[in-house]
């Protein structure tokens, strides 16, 4: 049996600069000294056993009222069943959404697309199809999506189930427009697809601050937001540690 062969992610960080891994988002600075003053008094207080699997709730509120705040999408904390789940990373929960929705099925991703958006889903089960935005502004076309969708989405081997959509997009930067994201939404309600929605990057701003849409689910369209808490505090090109 052969071995698949697979880039040396750890190998060609060391290639970057440290200025200027963007695609991780990995900082080389030192950590935020107010970050690890807190740290330390929850450590000395006897707090660094497990918590609980969906994370400790004190965090899951404070994230809710970000997300009521920023987002404008209201989510309930203490709801039965969980509405709001603490990851270990971002691709902790693609794994998770990966290994509960799309074995035996498909996700499609926007290409350029975030390798790791792919891989994941094709270690687990899944399988990934690649539709390309166009031109030099990469821009969606939603006909091609629509009709790319319809193909795809009755087939009996790994059916389309979840269109991925990673908006301000890594590794391009890419920022998805109002009226491309109303397509996708449309094409979601239209076939029954998860949208899963991937905005780590939502706070990124290097030099001004520039607006953009987000992605705000609708009563029509079933949607798994996925969010990065980051310590981006006196990091340079919108570099973070992740928290």
């Not at 060391?14 to 991780?24: E, M």
């Not at 990995?26 to 450590?43: C, D, G, K, T």
């Not at 939603?142 to 389309?160: H, I, Q, S, V, Y």
């Not at 987000?214 to 310590?231: F, Q, R």
Request: aromatic residues 6%; proline residues 5%; negative net charge.
């Amino acid at each position: 049996m052969k071995t698949k062969s697979r880039p040396d992610i750890r190998a060609l960080t060391r290639l970057v600069p440290s200025s200027g891994n963007l695609v991780q988002g990995q900082s080389e600075l030192a950590i935020n000294p107010a970050l690890a003053e807190a740290a330390s008094r929850v450590i000395a207080a006897g707090q660094n056993h497990y918590g609980a699997a969906e994370g400790l709730i004190e965090l899951r509120r404070a994230v809710a009222e970000k997300i009521t705040t920023f987002n404008g999408i209201s989510i309930d904390p203490d709801g039965d069943p969980l509405q709001l789940l603490i990851t270990p990373g971002a691709t902790g929960a693609l794994i998770a959404i990966a290994q509960t929705y799309l074995t035996s099925a498909s996700a499609l991703v926007f290409e350029p697309y975030y390798p790791y958006h792919r891989h994941i889903l094709n270690e687990l089960g899944g399988s990934t199809e690649v539709l390309s935005l166009l031109g030099e502004r990469l821009e969606l076309d939603g006909d091609e999506l629509r009709a790319r969708c319809r193909e795809l989405k009755n087939r009996k081997a790994f059916p389309l189930r979840a269109i991925i959509i990673c908006t301000p997009a890594n590794p391009t930067g890419k920022v998805f427009s109002r009226s491309e994201l109303e397509a996708i939404a449309a094409v979601c309600q239209e076939f029954d697809l998860l949208c899963i929605a991937d905005e780590v990057y939502e706070h990124y701003v290097v030099g001004v601050e520039i607006g953009y849409e987000k992605w705000t689910p609708s009563k029509e369209a079933i949607s798994l937001l996925i969010g990065g808490i980051h310590d981006g505090e006196n990091t340079p090109a919108g570099l973070h540690q992740r928290v």
